[in-house]
């Protein structure tokens, strides 16, 4: 219980990038998403910790019905902008393998590595 309480924690440092992608939120609406370098710094930091939560999925020490439940709505969210998935998923695709790992274990369809 502390390992998801600590997990939830994590998440809620992030919480500023979470509001602007979730329904409603700035970013969600199209055309819309990070324009700054400090906008792309928050974002990358965020996908990043989807990275961890990947490692920690893969080591078994994460289930992936829980994680799922919890947490893949805002995967979801993240890719619905299509700035975010062409800069980060595609452009640089090849920095990002255990983001789109995690994605595809929750079942997204995610468009190629642009080599």
Not at 57 to 77: A, K, P
């Given at each position: 219980?502390?390992?998801?309480?600590?997990?939830?924690?994590?998440?809620?440092e992030h919480d500023e990038v979470h509001r602007l992608l979730r329904p409603g939120g700035k970013w969600?609406?199209?055309?819309?998403?990070?324009?700054?370098?400090?906008?792309?710094?928050?974002?990358?930091?965020?996908?990043?910790?989807?990275?961890?939560?990947?490692?920690?999925?893969?080591?078994?020490?994460?289930?992936?019905?829980?994680?799922?439940?919890?947490?893949?709505?805002?995967?979801?969210?993240?890719?619905?902008?299509?700035?975010?998935?062409?800069?980060?998923?595609?452009?640089?695709?090849?920095?990002?393998?255990?983001?789109?790992?995690?994605?595809v274990r929750l079942g997204v369809r995610l468009p190629p590595v642009q080599s």
């Open positions: 219980a502390r390992f998801w309480l600590d997990l939830r924690k994590s998440f809620a969600a609406a199209p055309g819309q998403g990070p324009e700054s370098t400090d906008d792309w710094v928050k974002v990358e930091a965020y996908m990043g910790l989807f990275e961890t939560c990947e490692d920690l999925l893969r080591s078994g020490l994460v289930d992936l019905e829980s994680f799922s439940r919890s947490y893949g709505y805002r995967v979801q969210n993240i890719i619905a902008n299509t700035g975010i998935v062409e800069a980060k998923l595609v452009e640089r695709g090849e920095y990002w393998e255990r983001f789109r790992n995690l994605a």
